[in-house]
């Protein structure tokens, strides 16, 4: 008996012990699985707080860079405009003076460098950027109104860096020419107003001292004083409505592309031609009623040249008896502009 009461002790115990070991493995494996989740969720907020702040990050840097590309896009947008101004500027200089340019290339690029260096200077104080820049050429091209300017630049701001060369097209349309005043200068009676030359006496004097004939038809003459490209193109329709598209043309003053004119830069160094593609306008004498004139073709490149040819009198208008007149060579500007049958 006491051994089978031993025995029934011993199951007791062990019954004891295995309940007890089975609470205690219950509460270890909460335990192990509480640390688990709280583990789990701490590395998965670790993840999350890394997530956002990396992406933060990258919105601050996308920003920044979004911020420089806008800074430097406004400031390319600016190049093209400085370019024009520095060209206006110099025209009006050469006006102003009544003296041309001996390198007009040359001058107008050191002008733009100094407005680019002011230009620089006020994005270094408004926005931080640095920003060197500068002409590297103008060049001429097949547009005579036009150039190509090419400027180097380049810009540091924090670790954002920019580096090109940009090209522009820069036209001289509505600028002033230089051309009439600086060959009529030491002649008196030039004057000019808002939109074209009068010439007075000037003009007629100059070709007298040039020993053309019937000088004094160009007395009281005019041209146009503001640079605008003829719209009637192909020329040859400028003899077309009886002549009214011509009137319509001189009326305005329009310009025409021409080999033998001179580009809007050598005009500002008092080039009537050069070896570019120019650009010509026509000297309009004043009204008459008489006919069958001749004196010196009116393009200015003729007129304001070392080699004066003769035009023949073409009346493309008249009105309560008198003529509005040109004159042109019959086997070349008569031609070019339709104007044979008149």
Known sequence: MKIKYKKNKNNENEKLISKDF?????GNISIIISSL???????????????????????????SSSQYQYIMNDYIRNIPLIEREALKE?????????????????????MIDEKLRVKNQEYWENYNVYINSYIVSIENTSNPFSYKFKSYISSVKGEYSFENIASDDVDCINLKDPIPLLYCKNYYGISYNETSYNYGN?????????EVENYSYYINASSPFIVKKCPYDPYKHHGDDNGKVMKNCRDNGYYHESRDGACYLCRLEGKSGCEH????????????????????????????????YPGVEVIYYSEEGLNEILYLDPHGHKLKYGMSGY
Do not use: W
């Open 202 to 210: 000037s003009l007629s004097e100059f070709l007298r001292v040039n």
């Open 22 to 26: 089975i609470n205690d493995e219950n």
């Open 37 to 63: 989740v709280l583990i789990s969720f701490l590395i998965l907020s670790v993840v999350v707080l890394n997530t956002a702040i990396n992406q933060m990050n990258e919105n601050k840097e996308d920003i």
């Open 90 to 110: 110099l025209s009006e200089e050469v006006i102003k003076n009544r003296r041309a340019c001996i390198d007009s290339k040359r001058d107008l690029k050191e």
């Open 277 to 308: 593609y120019g650009f010509e306008t026509f000297i309009n004498p004043q009204k008459t009623n008489e006919t069958n004139l001749v004196s010196a073709c009116g393009s200015d490149h003729v007129i304001f040249s070392d080699d004066i």
